[in-house]
């Protein structure tokens, strides 16, 4: 039969040890309790559980922490000032992870872009915030009406101003290979009037380059601004036509301000 007693105190011990610092295993402490209990025999259980209590209160201080190892034995494993460095690398460690899957995410995956002018009118407006994202053009070419963005140099653009590339974001009409022309301020695709178009109905008045036939290479998009009479757009030399390998991604969805949130 179990002496009820011992089986009380081990579970008292138990629920105490359950308590202490870090490191501190039930293995290494039951091991200590019999060292105690072998070499004073006159200790109960109680008497153990208050050794222990004495070894615990007189060795563990603000600074250090206990470890007890299997043979019984404590030692001062890490004192307040490694703790600390410790979990300052940790921090550092975490906040550029964070950095690089962040920067992952907006080189390949998906970024964010405002919307400047109203050249894409009505779809996006001045000041929009759009997701631009560019997985699906990894494994599938451009569409006719896609919504894209791709750079032009600032040298050719009509800022005039030389530096880095402006962004500009239109929607593509023509595809590689087709020929596109504007007649009567109307858009036609190698001969045939384009009549898919819902995003524009407005008759072009500048036709632009592409008042003669306009030939696209295998790797060129014609693109248009859904408001084609304010639009800078492939009609004029200085944007021309979009190269595959140009295009930045697709705009996905218009996220701000709050009642222009839609899907693109």
């Known amino acids: 039969m179990y002496d009820e007693n011992l089986v009380n105190d081990s579970l008292e011990t138990c629920r105490y040890l359950a308590s202490v610092k870090d490191g501190l295993t039930s293995d290494g402490l039951f091991n200590n309790m019999a060292r105690l209990k072998e070499e004073k025999a006159d200790h109960n259980w109680e008497k153990i559980l208050e050794e222990l209590d004495n070894i615990v209160t007189d060795d563990i201080s603000v600074d250090e922490f206990i470890v007890f190892d299997y043979s019984g034995n404590n030692t001062k494993q890490q004192n307040f000032p490694f703790k600390i460095a410790k979990n300052v690398i940790m921090a550092v460690l975490c906040i550029a992870a964070a950095f ?13 872009t405002t919307i400047e002018g109203t050249s894409m009118e009505p779809s996006l407006k001045n000041n929009d915030s759009v997701i631009i994202q560019k997985l699906s053009y990894y494994w599938q070419d451009p569409k006719r009406y896609d919504v894209i963005v791709f750079p032009v140099s600032s040298e050719d653009s009509d800022a005039g101003k030389g530096g880095d590339d402006i962004y500009y974001i239109k929607r593509i009409i023509g595809l590689p290979g087709e020929v596109v022309q504007i007649i009567d301020g109307k858009v036609y695709i190698n001969g045939k009037r384009l009549k898919g178009d819902k995003y524009s109905d ?6 632009g380059i592409a008042e003669q036939p306009v030939q696209l290479a295998e790797d060129e998009y014609f693109v ?20 595959r390998d140009s295009i930045e991604g697709k705009a996905w969805c218009c996220i701000w301000p709050f009642s222009h949130i839609k899907k693109l």
């Open 202 to 207: 407005e008759e072009i008045a500048d036709p």
């Open 100 to 112: 690089c899957l962040a920067a992952f995410i907006n080189t390949f995956v998906a970024h964010q």
């Open 224 to 243: 248009l601004g859904d408001n084609r009479n304010m639009s800078t757009d492939s009609r004029y030399q200085y944007v021309g036509m979009v190269k």
